[in-house]
T-cell receptor
Framework: GAGVSQSPSNKVTEKGKDVELRCDPI?????LYWYRQSLGQGLEFLIY????????KSGLPSDRFSAERTGGSVSTLTIQRTQQEDSAVYLC????????????FGPGTRLTVT | EDQVTQSPEALRLQEGESSSLNCSYT??????LFWYRQDPGKGPEFLFT???AGEEKEKERLKATLTKKESFLHITAPKPEDSATYLC?????????????FGKGTKLSVKP
């Protein structure tokens, strides 16, 4: 079946502009996660959604970052007033339920802030 | 502080030369230990989940093992197509249900 998809695959933006990154999880998966992978760094957890529960936002680095998940499916990660340090690959993952089940990752969106 | 450390950072092997990658973790209570493979420009691909010390799982030339403090990914007779970055991650009972703590990875290169 179809895996996790993300769009765009690449995004170049100017410092100070807002960007939206999209994630389509695997159909039927109730848990959705966002991570950030910077050059030379491990994956950094940002936020996760489980069903209709309030999202866990504990990994968001600042209030410029926000995410929503509509209808329990598609998710959008928004970064306002982008900074150069936001440049990274943003990865989305989904799993059947949150917790110990393996997370399936999308191909990522490479964000470059100039 | 919860932490996952992988070693070595990079490993070069000749085709057929077996070796092991190490993942040491410090978490208050391990709920699961995950191994992923990541190819350049792609998202991580799930390989294994281990839940308790002594557990082992195998897939083709890969075998993952788990102790109370670390996990090993053994690669037997590797081929060039095994070249990738291997990531280890821990899920902690005390943390967020989604908060996989990742190591920085081991970049494996297998030369023919």
């Amino acid at each position: 079946g179809a895996g996790v998809s993300q769009s765009p695959s690449n995004k170049v933006t100017e410092k100070g502009k807002d960007v939206e990154l999209r994630c389509d999880p695997i159909s039927g998966h109730t848990a959705l996660y966002w991570y950030r992978q910077s050059l030379g760094q491990g994956l950094e957890f940002l936020i996760y959604f489980q069903g209709n529960s309030a999202p866990d936002k504990s990994g968001l680095p600042s209030d410029r970052f926000s995410a929503e998940r509509t209808g329990g499916s598609v998710s959008t990660l928004t970064i306002q007033r982008t900074q150069q340090e936001d440049s990274a690959v943003y990865l989305c993952a989904s799993s059947p339920i949150a917790g110990v089940n393996e997370q399936y990752f999308g191909p990522g969106t490479r964000l470059t802030v100039t | 502080e919860d932490q996952v450390t992988q070693s070595p950072e990079a490993l070069r092997l000749q085709e057929g030369e077996s070796s092991s990658l190490n993942c040491s973790y410090t978490v208050s209570g391990l709920r699961g230990l995950f191994w992923y493979r990541q190819d350049p420009g792609k998202g991580p691909e799930f390989l294994f989940t281990l839940y308790s010390a002594g557990e082992e799982k195998e897939k083709e030339r890969l075998k993952a093992t788990l102790t109370k403090k670390e996990s090993f990914l053994h690669i037997t007779a590797p081929k060039p197509e095994d070249s990738a970055t291997y990531l280890c991650a821990a899920l902690d009972y005390g943390g967020s249900q989604g908060n996989l703590i990742f190591g920085k990875g081991t970049k494996l290169s297998v030369k023919p």
